[in-house]
């Protein structure tokens, strides 16, 4: 009894410390990008799997990735006050 004791709080420290070293998913992120013929301002997501159509305009990336969409909406509301983005 004591073998299977032994045995299975080996396997549950193996297991546990399995689940702590696995290293977690890189969460999402935001940036702002700004499309050249309008220049307005948009705020992106880096977990979409497509990148913004290039239909009529082209766009440029204005900004660092940042983790949160509040801090991507503050990037994009500073640039509407300095006038560097129309909407």
């Known amino acids: 009894m004591r073998r299977v ?3 299975c709080a080996a396997a549950l420290v193996v297991a546990s410390s399995a689940a702590v070293a696995r290293p977690m998913p890189q969460q999402s992120g935001y940036y702002v990008i700004r ?3 309008t220049g307005v301002c948009q705020i ?3 977990d979409l799997q497509q990148q913004p159509l290039r239909f009529f305009s082209d766009y440029k990336v204005v900004s660092k990735p940042v983790p949160t969409f509040a801090a991507a909406n503050a990037i994009q509301e500073q640039m ?3 006038r ?3 909407l």
Request: hydrophobic content about 35%; charged content about 15%.
């Open 5 to 7: 004791t032994a045995l």
């Open 35 to 37: 499309w050249d013929n």
């Open 44 to 46: 992106w997501n880096t």
């Open 80 to 82: 509407r006050m300095s």
């Open 84 to 86: 560097s983005c129309t």
